[in-house]
């Protein structure tokens, strides 16, 4: 997919320059244009048939051997002449269209050419799932599949019913909620479709293929206590993050209202963030109905709320508040959790793969093969991870300003930087703990996450009271939880499995190269941020006093992506 990208982009280049140059310096006009694109088509012929002459694969093109295979041609006819028949349907559709459009006059015709260019891209969009589900349902079919080519049908049918409720959600005047539901309810589409066809499918199928073999299957109850007994640990342990998460969530919040409440000193850690003047006239009004030399505590504070007159109503408006902030800063944590989220959603493809390949490796008592695949598994995620735990915490600040500018980047981007070391952690665990299921330990990774789960709820209810740690200290759980994890999965992989690689290997490079490049990334923003606010542009500038005060989104953004542009750069060289 890479070279028929670049390829297409020289060919519009010297499409778009041709044009100029037939149009303006020619003055060819229209016979110009046409004499470029058809220059900018041949191109892209030309560098499409000499990579493929060049190619060191399967599908390298021999020109020696460019002859009519008649089965093959058939096959192709058989496929194609489905396909061709119906694009024909839709361009005599559109040339009917067409020709009504053109009795309209000069104006109405340039409008609906405009409006066709336009379409184009929507159409472009479109075929990008009409492309997926053809080339990887291909490759599934012809792999021997059929499983992966269903998922596949399943996920192009969610993404295509959802992105088109959601956008007609949208259209039609919809909040955010109701585009979600919308896209929810796609995948709900698709999955039910699926479903459907699976049925059919068994319906039409189930007698045509006789027994292959004499082997007898274990009866329905000891078929379904075997895989309980490995569906269970394995889904625990892939929901095991969820879980404690949910658990965190209210810990923390929690947490953060009997700091405020019980250390004011807390509240220096946020000013400039949140206003406090609310809370201090609501703690004053409920301290005026307390009896003289009470303790002000979370647990009087209930104690309050569960009585009544003016003592309970002013606990009532005090518990309120404190709600309320302790929403706001969650909601900043939130906001870099969801980010910090997308690499471990990354990994799924790594970890489902795992699985399968490792125990159909031990099946065949290959154990160099699963040897092989685990250490496979183990680079690629520490390939894949060690950028991605640099680059957030080198940008995330940046990053937060850029994706969330509704939150407060002062708060949620040292969050996010903190929060990027654990992405590491958590991936390698995630990989870690498929290898050993795999390798028939599946009850050890829920154990082992089962002891992470408490470090992280323990270390998160006593740091977050902490008066100089506060929200900043929620992801220090998350680094010790899945740390102690990875460390642990790495020892039990060392002593049960045997060959397995070299950590120094796994992880010396990967980590060398992501370093020099999170200092590249860090000098480039830094750099790029400096020079636009000193010449002024794609800032943002205070109305009252007319001065600049940072970076404006786009500027940000930019900075941003030539920062990324280049760490990619880095590392790939590396």
């Not at 969330?404 to 990027?420: E, Q």
Request: charged fraction near 10%; aromatic fraction near 6%; include cysteine.
């Amino acid at each position: 997919t890479l070279y028929p990208l670049i390829f297409m982009i020289v060919s519009g280049a010297m499409n778009v320059g041709l044009n100029l140059l037939f149009v303006i310096v020619f003055h060819l006009g229209v016979a110009g244009v046409a004499i470029a694109t058809s220059v900018s088509q041949l191109l892209s012929a030309v560098l499409v048939i000499i990579r493929l002459c060049t190619i060191n694969s399967i599908c390298r093109l021999d020109l020696r051997k460019i002859r009519l295979y008649p089965d093959k041609a058939a096959l192709m006819l058989k496929i194609g002449l489905s396909a061709g028949i119906q694009g024909i349907i839709f361009s005599i559709a559109n040339v009917m269209i067409q020709s009504a459009v053109n009795s309209f006059g000069s104006a109405v015709i340039a409008g609906n050419s405009a409006a066709s260019g336009l379409e184009n891209f929507i159409h472009t969009a479109q075929n990008t799932f009409y492309q997926a589900t053809i080339t990887f349902t291909s490759q599934s079919l012809g792999a021997k599949r059929p499983r992966q080519a269903l998922q596949v049908f399943w996920i192009c049918m969610g993404l295509t019913v959802g992105l088109g409720l959601a956008y007609w959600l949208v259209k039609h005047g919809a909040d955010a909620r109701h585009a979600a539901a919308g896209a929810i309810t796609g995948v709900t589409v698709g999955t039910i479709v699926a479903l459907a066809y699976m049925l059919m499918n068994f319906l039409i199928t189930r007698g045509r293929e006789g027994n292959l073999s004499d082997d007898q299957p274990d009866d329905a109850p000891a078929i379904l206590k075997n895989l309980l007994m490995i569906a269970v640990p394995i889904t625990i342990s892939s929901s095991m993050v969820g879980i404690v998460t949910v658990i965190d969530s209210s810990l923390v919040q929690g947490q953060l209202q009997r700091a405020l409440l019980e250390n004011p000193d807390t509240w220096a850690l946020y000013q400039g963030i949140v206003d406090f003047t609310d809370l201090e006239q609501a703690l004053k009004a409920w301290k005026a109905a307390l009896p003289q030399g009470g303790e002000v505590t979370m647990a009087l504070l209930e104690q309050s709320m569960a009585g009544q007159g003016g003592q309970a109503e002013a606990a009532l408006a005090l518990h309120t508040t404190l709600e309320g902030i302790s929403r706001t800063l969650y909601g900043n944590y939130n906001g870099a959790l969801n980010i910090y989220n997308l690499p471990t959603s990354l990994m799924a493809a790594v970890t489902a793969a795992v699985i399968p390949a490792v125990s159909g490796a031990l099946a065949r008592r290959d154990r160099r093969g699963a040897a092989r695949i685990t250490g496979s598994a183990l680079r690629i995620t520490a390939l894949v991870a060690c950028p991605m735990a640099v680059g957030l915490y080198v940008l995330g600040k940046p990053i937060m300003a850029l994706i969330f500018p509704s939150l407060n980047a002062d708060l949620a981007g040292p969050l996010l930087s903190t929060l990027g070391l654990a992405t590491l952690f958590v991936c390698m665990m995630l990989v870690c703990n498929s290898i050993l299921q795999a390798h028939g330990f599946v009850n050890l990774p829920v154990a082992i996450m089962l002891m992470g789960g408490v470090v992280k709820i323990f270390t998160n209810y006593h740091v977050v009271v902490v008066p100089s740690m506060g929200i900043y200290g929620a992801p220090m759980g998350n680094i010790l939880c899945f740390a102690l994890c990875m460390v642990l999965d790495l020892v039990v992989i060392a002593r049960v499995i045997p060959r397995r690689p070299s950590y120094f290997q796994v992880f010396a490079k990967p980590a060398a190269a992501s370093a020099l490049m999170g200092l590249g990334a860090w000098a480039v923003y830094g750099l790029m941020a400096k020079g636009l606010i000193a010449v002024g542009k794609l800032c943002e500038v205070d109305r009252a006093t007319q001065e600049i005060v940072g970076l404006s989104r786009t500027g940000n953004g930019l900075a941003v992506i030539c920062a990324i542009l280049v760490a990619v750069a880095v590392y790939g060289i590396l």
